[in-house]
């Protein structure tokens, strides 16, 4: 049996994937999740697991974090508020569940006894790319809200490292998709492309489309994360989370056109939308190393 892992988020797209993982090596596994925008359904086939405990709360609550965190030895910190519309339309929202809820559970993973915490953080805390691939030195200068709010829970991470001798690491991951993904994440265009086809409908691409991604699957995120808990290495450092290649939304469109087999069907163009980034892929050089 492995240890003792708290998996905060873990009833939404990403954390799911991870828990499944890790309940496939043989974890104990608790959930954090106050489903929001989680899905029970994404953890339930696991209730009747013997090492598995879902706790319905939000990391903002610290009795729901201490009832999750009894014995455990490694926290994964996933979730948050991941819209960046929603970031900009409630920004004090944001804050509170992503800088407040992870003061939080870092407090209590303090009290708790973990030795481990992983915080999942973001590609966009870098904001617009002053160079390409983009690596971990790259400065850190966030575009939204939701942004700002991943930058400032990272710098508690490591504070907590300094200072209290918690051992942390922090994962960025760039545009995430797989099984199961919202169309309002990193990864959503390919999410959003798939829902319009479905119905007949052609993709919708904003600008000209050459802007570039880095797109990753979730398994291999998943993959990444695991890793970074069972290395002595990755503690106090942080890592990018995706392929070293970019493809851009184009391509991309036409890729999913083309598994659609949706002969005939063209992309429509929109104006570009204020404060995307134009070209984005990562440096993984540092992940790689480990």
Do not use: W
Request: charged share 25%; with cysteine; hydrophobic share 40%.
């Amino acid at each position: 049996m492995g240890c003792s892992v708290v998996v905060t988020g873990g009833a939404g797209f990403i954390g799911s994937h991870l828990v499944d993982r890790l309940v496939r090596g043989g974890f104990e596994v608790t959930v954090l999740d106050n489903l929001s925008t989680g899905k029970l359904e994404n953890v339930k086939h696991h209730f009747d697991d013997g090492g598995f405990r879902f706790v319905k709360g939000d990391v903002q609550d610290r009795r729901a974090v201490e009832e999750a965190l009894k014995g455990a030895e490694a926290v994964f910190h996933l979730a948050a508020i991941t819209s960046v519309p929603y970031s900009f339309k409630h920004p004090d929202v944001t804050r509170q569940v992503n800088i407040d809820g992870t003061r939080n559970l870092l407090k209590a993973s303090l009290r708790c006894g973990v030795d481990r915490f992983i915080y999942v953080s973001t590609c966009a805390v870098y904001g617009e790319p002053e160079y390409l691939p983009i690596d971990e030195k790259h400065p850190a200068r966030p575009i939204s809200p939701y942004a700002e709010s991943k930058l400032e829970a990272e710098r508690l991470c490591r504070e907590f490292q300094e200072t209290y001798g918690l051992k942390t690491t922090v994962l960025r991951p760039f545009n995430v998709y797989g099984l199961g993904m919202r169309n309002d994440q990193y990864g959503g265009v390919i999410a959003r492309f798939i829902e319009r086809l479905r119905i007949g409908k052609p993709p919708i691409i904003y600008g000209d489309g050459e802007q570039t991604r880095d797109f990753v699957h979730v398994e291999d995120a998943v993959r990444a994360m695991i890793l970074a808990l069972e290395s002595e290495k990755a503690v106090g450092r942080t890592f990018n989370v995706a392929t070293g290649s970019q493809t851009s939304i184009n391509r991309l469109a036409q890729l999913i056109i083309d598994l659609f087999g949706a002969k005939g069907i063209k992309p429509k163009h929109r104006k570009a939308r204020v404060g995307d980034v134009r070209y984005s892929y990562a440096d993984i050089q540092e992940a790689k190393a480990i």
